[in-house]
């Protein structure tokens, strides 16, 4: 059965920065585009990074230049790496599949194949 697992979440202040992680388990990691989404309490769900699995990557406008998304297929990772986040940013994160390869279905909205539970995000001003 196919899992996502996220990881890394936690409490940080403006500014500062957190790594969150993605496992994928019982996953044929070559054939999935990977993405993130991020829901804030009283606001809709949305996209926050994808790589498709050429390496293709897409990011929100409210994070580009701030946040780097890293597949690592050597260990079924995906990893989104977030830098001078700030109050905004807070919202449980999601890690979410698509297949095959492509980022369609993030593009189209979060229309994704898998997803993971979630990990707490909490950035304080």
């Known amino acids: 059965q196919v899992q996502l697992v996220e990881s890394g979440g936690g409490l940080v202040h403006t500014g500062e920065s957190l790594r969150l992680s993605c496992a994928a388990r019982e996953f044929e990691f070559h054939y999935w585009a990977m993405a993130w989404f991020r829901q804030a309490p009283g606001k809709e769900r949305e996209g926050v990074s994808c790589?498709?699995?050429?390496?293709?990557?897409e990011y929100a406008d409210s994070v580009k230049g701030r946040f780097t998304i890293i597949r690592d297929t050597t260990k079924n990772m995906v990893h989104l790496q977030m830098n001078n986040l700030r109050p905004e940013d807070s919202g449980v994160y999601y890690c979410?599949?698509?297949?095959?390869?492509?980022?369609?279905?993030?593009?189209?909205?979060?229309?994704?194949?898998?997803w993971g539970k979630g990990t707490q995000v909490t950035v304080a001003p």
């Open positions: 790589i498709a699995t050429d390496d293709t990557l």
């Open positions: 979410a599949a698509e297949g095959p390869y492509k980022c369609t279905g993030y593009r189209a909205g979060g229309f994704m194949d898998h």
